[in-house]
């Protein structure tokens, strides 16, 4: 897919990519593209770019962007390839990791004779794009998943044989022996927040998937309902993902200690390969963008917000009796709060205050994932612990520890249970944080503080 160009950037509708019809319905593309990921290779001789261009005479912004198909190749009415189009890879992009993904500078009709072909409708590129955008957005989300689940188990591999330091019941005593360092407190809680996370995303990410498929297989309000979920839930994904994968990776080399850093172990690798899933496919903040404005406060009556409100409710209502009380209070009050803050950004649209109102979207967007991975905690809590006590009988203590050896099915739900009640406990608290600054912030006067920063001579 080629949208991004060196001027405009994330700002697509700046694009300077014009295209010219020909006599026989084809048109003449001429433009640069850049960070275009595998934008040439020698695997298959054929390739066909979809391209962004604005047809000459079409009104600017995104509104006269057209998509057209633009092949490596001609190809002849028999199917057959033909002479070579005039579009080349001009160079590729030195980064800071993701070297095994290629991303190319290319040029569109250097010596004017690049063919594209017209793809829907004159002026509709942006709305046919985004229907390949929610797919990738979501790829780039399960990509980052990967990425923090696979620092998180070398982390955990690490921390069970790397000995360092006496057991905490003998940290005054010089004689005692070393042990692994999982065996400390400090690095088991990182351990623990990191499969949290993991976890939690992990559901969300899944859930996500199933509602795409739904929206294609159901009918009426049920597709209905399932598109609300999907377009609500993909920016979420996709950021929330990314960002968090950043900080788990990170997370994971602090358990390595100074071998984490180095580049002979993998951790450091994957930090440095997941930090450019912050930024394709859509920077995050235009994913918060995405999310605050298009799919909460430009939805007719938040249609989208309320499905998803709706859904945790019925959760909280499923799960009482099985979860702790206080999980199901604090995530009951957790869409109140979110009420009140949806309210507050809709009081700023209304009144034009946009430089504040923008200066929200993501922390609010930073908010809601906290609030739909509470949700997936919950959820998981609610199938998670009737299996454990079934599989356990209630054991505690030594008992249990001696039925979790014996099963390894007892042991997975053990596992669930564990991370999902420690990220209700110590991560979901910040939430309620967040929204206070929300709340909190919006009084502040941001001409003043555009003041902070003079330009440098």
């Known amino acids: 897919m080629c949208l991004t160009e060196p001027e ?216 209905r309902e399932a598109k609300a979920l999907v377009d609500f839930l993909i920016p979420v994904v996709k950021a929330g993902n990314s960002d968090m994968a950043w900080r788990i990776t990170s997370e994971a080399i602090q358990v390595h200690g100074g071998y984490g850093y180095c580049s002979e172990y993998p951790v450091e690798q994957i930090a440095v390969d997941c930090k450019a899933l912050c930024i394709v496919e859509g920077t995050n903040g235009i994913q918060s963008l995405d999310l605050v404005m298009r799919k909460i406060l430009m939805n007719p009556e938040q249609y989208n917000y309320c499905v998803v409100k709706e859904r945790i409710r019925k959760t909280i209502d499923s799960a009482a009796g099985i979860v702790h009380e206080a999980h199901l209070r604090s995530l009951a009050e957790a869409i109140d709060l979110m009420d009140a803050a949806v309210d507050f950004m809709e009081q700023l649209m209304e009144s034009g205050d946009f430089r504040v109102l923008l200066v929200n979207v993501d922390p609010l967007r930073r908010a809601i994932l906290y609030l739909v991975i509470a949700w997936m905690q919950l959820w998981c809590l609610k199938i998670a612990k009737p299996k454990l006590a079934a599989l356990t009988g209630g054991a505690t203590g030594a008992d249990l520890e001696s039925v979790l050896e014996g099963s390894p099915e007892a042991g997975f739900y053990h596992g669930k249970v564990c991370a999902s009640e420690f990220w209700l406990a110590t991560e979901f608290p910040k939430y309620f944080g967040k929204i206070e600054a929300i709340l909190q912030g919006g009084r502040m006067d941001l001409r003043q503080a555009e003041t902070v920063f003079p330009a440098f001579s």
């Open 8 to 223: 405009a950037g994330s700002d697509v509708g700046a694009l300077k990519t014009k295209a010219v019809p020909q006599p026989d319905g084809s048109y003449r593309i001429t433009g640069q593209k850049c960070f275009i990921t595998n934008g040439d290779q020698d695997i298959t001789k054929q390739i066909v770019y979809p391209v962004l261009a604005r047809i000459e005479g079409d009104p600017p912004g995104t509104k006269g962007i057209s998509l057209f198909l633009v092949p490596k190749y001609l190809v002849h009415e028999d199917g057959t390839l033909g002479e070579r189009n005039d579009v080349f890879c001009t160079g590729i992009e030195k980064k800071m990791g993701a070297h095994g993904s290629a991303t190319c500078s290319m040029s569109f009709g250097e010596d004017d004779r690049c063919t594209g072909y017209l793809l829907g409708q004159r002026g509709r590129g942006m709305n046919i794009m985004f229907q390949m955008l929610n797919e990738t957005r979501l790829e780039v989300g399960i990509m980052a998943l990967g990425g923090s689940s696979a620092a998180y188990l070398h982390a955990v591999d690490y921390a069970r044989t790397r000995q360092q330091g006496s057991h905490v019941s003998r940290m005054f005593d010089p004689a005692a022996p070393k042990v692994p360092i999982i065996e400390h407190p400090d690095v088991l809680r990182m351990l623990l927040w990191m499969k949290s996370w993991v976890e939690g995303q992990r559901m969300l990410s899944y859930y996500l998937s199933q509602q795409i498929d739904l929206q294609n297989l159901l009918e009426g309000d049920e597709a």
